[in-house]
């Protein structure tokens, strides 16, 4: 028996292309707002008060305006196989169901990264560049000491959020303003995410003796294994689905591009080729996965400006949104899931503006718009309770593998 690190450094090293407790352990604003800074330590955070007055707005496929009243907040998560889309329009934090009504304004003036596993917290950077923590409470200060990049939530329920420091050390900070805690493990860290069970990070990044890679390791950065070796492809996008079965990333070989999709307890070298679920000579980027439904993948074929466009590997004869550049945003909860896609119909730029539709992967139904004219600065996001966590990275038996 062998635990799932040594498993795959020992069956995908020489293929790839050729415990500690969950979470904590282990644009300018409208007329007539007010600012208020807060500073913790050597960070401050800016929110800004909600206006006095907002000129109504009514984009197209919202079931009605745009609320111009007071911002209420992120307020509760969405029930159990419920969802929310976020956009931002105006420099305002907006919500609406996935047909489009029920359309709340959130908060005032930040530039929303990520939502939590339990949809009950929002990881943003302020104007000025500051990191911090919306909750139903309201907003709460990271006092990040030193450049962070790459962040994102610890697992399954964000306690902490997790990134890449200004000096390559890998960091942790709490959300209630404890002390940083150092995980590195290798010489260069490039990205990090936390394993869906929050007992595991995994790393793409280079180990002291110069071996580049996707790395396993528990989540205080111990007990470090090889997953995939990088031995002539640059590795990005590395994640672990939602049960905890499958490892996905993306491979740039420089003349062409995977996208990888490792079924982790079938892993062995003989099989590592047909793990290429895409094969394009474009780059590739965006590359999300369902965490609701059989292991749905979509990613963004192409450059911004030129011809970017959404594949979906495993439904090649779905044509998303054709004529319309565009990238995937999240898929929503459902078996097969539904997937939001922002379109730029006027060609990708960093001032196109963005339509966001709801694509049936199966290619049963037509694409749907749910709100037009969202403002590029910050994409969209996909708000929604994860699944229950999956177990941690077991043990699997070589006698059992072909």
Known sequence: MKM????????????????????????????SAVSSTTTVGDSSTTTQAPPTTVVEMDPPGLVGALP???????????????????????????????????????????????????GDRLLIRAGDGALAVIDESGPLPI????????????????????????????????????????LSFLARHDEVLYHPAGTHVIVVGESPDGVYGIWLA????????????????????ASISQDGLNLQFLADHGDESHVHQVF????????????????????????????????????????????????????????????????PVGFLPGEPSDLVVAAYPDLCTSESPVDLYIVDVAGARDPVLLVGGVDPFALPGV?????????????????DFA
């Open 218 to 237: 528990t989540n205080i950065g111990t007990e470090p294994d090889l997953l995939i070796e990088g031995t002539t492809a640059t590795l990005s996008s």
């Open 264 to 327: 982790l307890p079938d892993a062995s070298s003989a099989e590592f080729d047909a793990s290429i679920a895409l094969l394009t000579n474009s780059s590739l980027s965006n590359l999300v996965v369902s965490p609701f439904g059989v292991g749905e993948l979509a990613v963004a074929e192409g450059t911004c400006g030129t011809d970017l466009h959404t594949v979906l590997p495993y439904w090649p004869e779905t044509e998303v949104l054709p004529g319309m550049e565009s990238r």
């Open 383 to 399: 708000r929604a309770p994860l699944p229950d966590p999956p177990p941690p990275p077991g043990e699997f038996n070589f006698d």
């Open 143 to 182: 006092a990040v000491r030193t450049r962070f990049e790459g962040e994102s939530w610890t697992r399954p329920s964000g306690t902490s959020v997790v990134g890449i420091a200004e000096d390559g050390l890998l960091l942790k900070y709490p959300i209630d303003g404890g002390d940083p805690v150092d």
């Open 68 to 118: 111009t009243e007071a911002c209420d907040g992120i307020g509760p998560a969405p029930e159990a196989e419920q969802a929310e889309v976020t956009f931002v329009i105006g420099g305002r934090l907006y919500a609406t169901d996935t047909d489009g009504s029920n359309v709340r304004c959130l908060t005032q003036g930040p530039f929303p990264r990520q939502w939590a596993g339990n």
């Open 4 to 31: 799932l690190g040594s498993l795959l450094s020992f069956c995908l090293i020489a293929a790839a292309c050729t415990a500690s407790t969950a979470d904590s352990t282990t644009s300018a604003p409208p007329p």
